[in-house]
Each structure stands twice: as C-alpha cells, then as structure tokens.
C-alpha cells in the first residue's frame, strides 16, 4: 500500500476528462444568467404574458437591468466562480446571496430617483434573485467540492529529483491536499530512496517519458537544486518531447520553496476562471463549437452514413466500421472509429503498412471513401463524445510507421501534437499533408503544420479551415489515401 503513496487516486481521470469537468464552471455561469434574465423578464412582465414587454416603459426596465448587471458584475468580482477551496459550501452560497443584493444597490439607487413608490416591487424581485442564485451555488458548490474530494479537480504531477525541494513539495501537497504528486522520478537512482514521504520513486526521466501515466498528469516539476543547471538544461530538453507541460522549481539554500511556486502548481482550473480570456475559456468555446456544429453534421449526414455503411458491407465482407486506438490530448488513447476501407483480412490496426496508390488491400468503394475522406465521418462521434474536436492535428494509429521507423521517433517535437484534441480535419489537411507519410520530411513537414495550428488556434480559424476542407479534399489528386 505504501508503494501506492498517499495521493494514489481510486480512480485514475485523464487530463481531458478533468478538463472537461472544469470547463463545467462557465455552464454553471451561463445557467446563472440565463435564470436571472428569465425571472427578471417574467418578474418585468407582472408575472402574465412577455409579450407585455414590449409595453414596459424604460424608465421601470432600467432599474433592473442596473441591478441585474450590477448583481452579476459584483458576483464576479468577488471571484465566486473560482469557488476557493478554503470556504465552505453554505459560505460560499451566503456569499453569493449576499453579493447580489450589494451589487444590485446601483439599481436601487436609479429606482429610488425614477419612482420610489416601486422600490418594494423590486426588493421583492431582488430578494428572490438572491436566494435563487444562493441556492443555485449550492448545488454548484457541492459538485466542485465533491470534484476536489474524487481527484478529478485537482492537477496532477509527478516530480522529476529526489530532492529536498521534491520533499517540501510533497509536505506542502500532504497538508493542503490541493495536488497529488503521483511519483518520483530520478536519473540518480541508485542514490535515491525507494519514496519521498510516501510518494514512490519509479525510475527515470527516460522511464518517465514512457510512463503510462502521461495522459493522467497536468504538470511535471523538476524540483532540483539550481546550482546543478546542466542538469536541469539536460531534463528539460528530454521532457520537451512529451505534451505536458513542465515547471522548475527554484528555492535557495536553506529556504522554504516560494509561495508563488506552489500556487502555479497547485492552482486547479476551477480556481483560475477568474480573469480575461484564457486557455480554459478557448477551451470552452471550441468544445461549444464541437458539440453545436458536430451535432448539426451528425443528423444532417445520418441518412448518408446509413446508405455508405451498408455499400461497405455490400462490397466486401466484414463490419462496415473499423475502429484503431490513436492517441488524443495529452497523449490518452482514444478509439477512432471510420469507415472499413480495407478487406477486413487485412486490416492494419497499428499502421505498419502504409497505404500507397494502388493498394491491393483497399477495396473498390474504400478507394472512393479514402480519396473523398468520407471515410472518417464517422468520427463525428468522437467529436460528440469529446475525445476529438471538429478542427486539430489529425490523430494518428499508435505504432504508426514511416518505412520501417515509428513517426514519433522522427521529429523531437511529435508529441506537441497531442496539447490539443486531435480533429476531424486540420490546417495540415487543408495544406496537402493528409494520409500516409512516407518519408521524414512528410513527417516533419506534418508536425510543422500541426503545431502552427496549435499556435494560432481560434474560433476563425477553425471557420475558415472547416469551410476549405470540402473543396481542398475533393481537388487533391495527388495524396494516395
């Protein structure tokens, strides 16, 4: 049990299943709004049909609308949506009660000069806002604590040294249980214990980049001394391959490590919604994008994937849809599913064999499927289910082999493709680099493209490549798929 350490979770939750969880906050605020607009309007209406809105004078609206945007406003100042850790589930919703009526007093004050004799109209509105937006956090705040408790909530890292630094990491985790450092992981293994408080040494830096807990962990902390800074160079450049992201943490000789250091790798997306636009916000936004127009694409072509599964089962024995394990975000292995395009005999799951023109394992509709990509509408589902997204690097088979060398091995920066769910279709797509990659130069000019997408990835850009992928796909006469 002790091999197991003290912050080994019952259950392990990928990084993208986490993230999907955190990004649960901006629901929970859009519900927030969208109720208060709604009682707010109904409340508007005196309670009898909205059509008697448009007859509402502005001098009664503005008072609310104040006090509404105010309310919210206020709420939000307050970090509410952050949902600190160190306050407690009635706290937190008495804040919030207590918020709303604070920030709506701007409304107050407009309706006590546009025409005090309303005034208890809306206390009674304002009152009944509050406690609805009270009891809504409640039922909020239940779900993120209960989300800390499991695990999901919190980042996850493993520590590169068997330091002190590594030491006081892990005693600051253990007393504020706001991480779980997962493992210890140290070139110098012959000299380092069996585990730090607790926490097993596993192997490696080496061993660490072909772990299987890479999709698990948020962040790797190398927690060495700063005076071995060769050291650290040479780590970090090792750690560059992998998709997470990597944090040194520096303290002097004989000092506790920096508080700022440990907010960095503790602080839980929940935390961190407060603010401007952020990753978590881009996020959101593209899984909304996801979801409405994955969702619109899977009803409109459900009668055509239909007519297509079966012309597949027609021409050759054999399933109509063939599914492979690739790798998503943060290197997770996620099932793909496709249509069959090959005779079900040969079907190359790891993707030794790259197709080339003329293969005698593609069938005679597979051909057409794989020239027109309609092969892979399929993945729809994934898209639906989160595991994909509409727009990003395209996921490749695991194994995936360019002659007889694995992609991977060929490009140091491969894994940057994984910091973002791979997509139905992509900038490298749109640019000529889709199907096999027979050569290293088709592999590094595909990686190139992909973290070019990763860099400049926004809500336009997934328009704009999404409106080129028909007729760019449909014009390529040249890659063999």
Request: avoid cysteine; charged fraction near 20%; glycine fraction near 8%.
């Amino acid at each position: 049990m002790n091999r197991r350490g003290p912050f080994r979770p019952s259950a392990w939750v990928s990084a993208r299943r986490r993230e999907a969880l955190r990004l649960r906050i901006f629901i929970y605020r859009g519900i927030d709004i969208a109720l208060s607009v709604a009682l707010t309007l109904y409340w508007l209406a005196d309670h009898t049909s909205m059509a008697a809105l448009a007859t509402v004078p502005i001098g009664v609206v503005l008072p609310y609308a104040v006090a509404l945007f105010g309310a919210l406003a206020f709420v939000r100042s307050l970090d509410l949506y952050g949902f600190n850790r160190t306050r407690g589930i009635l706290s937190h919703a008495a804040l919030m009660t207590g918020g709303m009526i604070a920030g709506a007093i701007p409304g107050i004050g407009l309706q006590w000069i546009f025409d005090p004799t309303a005034l208890p109209h809306l206390a009674q509105w304002l009152l009944l806002l509050a406690f609805l937006m009270g009891g809504l956090h409640l039922v909020w705040a239940t779900a993120v604590q209960s989300g800390r408790h499991s695990g999901a909530l919190i980042p996850n890292i493993v520590v590169v040294g068997a330091t002190e630094q590594a030491q006081q990491l892990i005693q600051h985790a253990l007393e504020h249980r706001d991480m779980n450092v997962i493992a210890v992981f140290d070139d110098r293994r012959a000299r380092a214990p069996e585990s730090v408080l607790g926490v097993p040494v596993l192997g490696s830096v080496d061993q660490l980049i072909q772990s299987h807990v890479v999709p698990y962990i948020d962040t790797i902390a190398v927690a060495i001394s700063p005076s071995a800074s060769d050291r650290i160079r040479d780590i970090t450049r090792r750690l560059s391959i992998l998709p997470n992201q990597v944090l040194v943490v520096f303290r002097d000789r004989g000092a506790a490590l920096p508080s700022d250091a440990m907010a960095r790798l503790a602080r839980t997306p929940v935390a961190r919604l407060s603010g401007s636009i952020n990753a978590d916000r881009s996020a959101f936004f593209k899984r909304l994008q996801d979801l409405v127009f994955g969702t619109l694409a899977l009803a409109v072509l459900a009668p055509l994937l239909i007519v297509i599964g079966l012309l597949v089962r027609l021409d050759s024995p054999g399933p109509a849809l063939f599914r492979q394990q690739r790798h998503g975000f943060n290197q997770e292995i996620i099932t793909v599913w496709k249509f069959r395009t090959m005779r079900h005999e040969t079907a190359d799951a790891t993707a030794s064999r790259q197709v080339t023109v003329d293969d005698d394992r593609v069938t005679r509709i597979g051909r057409f499927l794989r020239a027109t990509s309609i092969d892979e509408l399929p993945q729809l589902i994934n898209v639906i289910l989160g595991e994909m997204s509409l727009v990003g690097p395209r996921p490749h088979a695991i194994g995936m082999k360019t002659g007889a060398v694995q992609s991977a091995s060929i490009v140091a920066e491969y894994a940057h493709r994984h910091r973002i769910k791979p997509g139905l279709t992509g900038w490298a797509a749109i640019h000529g680099s889709r199907g096999p990659l027979h050569t290293a130069a088709e592999v590094r000019r595909r990686v190139q493209l992909d973290i070019e997408y990763i860099d400049r990835q926004s809500f336009w850009l997934d328009m704009w490549i999404m409106l080129r992928t028909v007729p760019v796909l449909l014009g390529d006469k040249i890659a063999a798929r």
